[in-house]
């Protein structure tokens, strides 16, 4: 069964720190990883979109990471802000099967 | 500037009543989906359209309809509400299909079913 697991499942930093958060997939075949950031409230919007061929891409405090060989990808954010409190979640698609596959997300909250 | 938006933000309806959840995009995308999102569940698609006069059904399709009779908008109704149904419903659009396309989400529609 194609899936994405997401951990931890709810993480507290405090404003200034970094954190990682990480995504593992069974999907197969991969056709690329994509990480979200849904505001409560509101709807999700893209961060990164990664293919098989890249192992990293950067969105301003963002960094994604991918490891198509282990399954794995992470978020980095960087120099956290209050603003970055959010539900983040891991998106793959399924090559040539026009198949997303939601995480159920990691919500983040960032603290003074 | 562009945006996908969605009407009603929020509806309490009961069981059996019939409820259609509005949205409309002017990005001029062919491609239009609907998913719901539910505590413990990543989002899961409901229904999808490529172009005006086609609709697909998704993963979790049952008790639902959608119709596009134009690029702008796919509205998606329940026909006969049920708790079930009870969820926040996203409505996307993309450039491209589901592999490759990025989507662009509308702000949801909370629905409760009583």
């Known amino acids: 069964k194609n899936q994405v697991e997401q951990s931890p499942q709810s993480l507290i930093i405090l404003e200034g720190k970094n954190c990682t958060l990480q995504?593992?997939?069974?999907?197969?075949?991969?056709?690329?990883l994509r990480w979200y950031k849904q505001d409560t409230g509101r709807g999700p919007v893209s961060l990164t979109i990664?293919?098989?061929?890249?192992n990293t891409k950067s969105n301003g405090r963002y960094t994604a990471t991918l490891d198509a060989d282990t399954k794995q990808s992470s978020l980095h954010i960087t120099a956290s802000q209050l603003s970055d409190s959010a539900s983040y979640i891991c998106?793959?698609?399924?090559?040539?099967?026009?198949?997303?596959?939601f995480g159920t997300g990691t919500q983040l909250k960032v603290e003074l | 500037d562009a945006e996908i938006t969605q009407s009603p933000r929020h509806k309490i309806t009961e069981t059996g009543r019939q409820v259609t959840l509005a949205c409309h995009q002017t990005?001029?995308?062919?491609?239009m989906f609907w998913y719901r999102q539910d505590l413990g569940h990543g989002l899961r698609l409901i229904h999808y359209?490529?172009?005006?006069?086609?609709?697909n059904k998704g993963e979790v399709s049952d008790g639902y309809s959608v119709s596009r009779s134009n690029t702008e908008d796919l509205p998606l109704t329940l026909e006969s509400a049920a708790s079930s149904q009870t969820s926040v419903y996203f409505c996307?659009?993309?450039?491209?299909?589901?592999?490759?396309?990025?989507?662009?989400f509308g702000e949801g529609s909370r629905l409760t079913v009583l």
């Open positions: 990664m293919t098989f061929s890249e």
């Open positions: 998106v793959v698609s399924k090559g040539g099967g026009n198949k997303l596959t």
């Open positions: 990005w001029n995308h062919n491609n």
């Open positions: 996307a659009s993309s450039e491209s299909g589901l592999e490759i396309g990025e989507l662009f």
């Open positions: 359209s490529y172009g005006v006069q086609d609709t």
């Open positions: 995504c593992n997939y069974t999907v197969s075949p991969f056709s690329n």
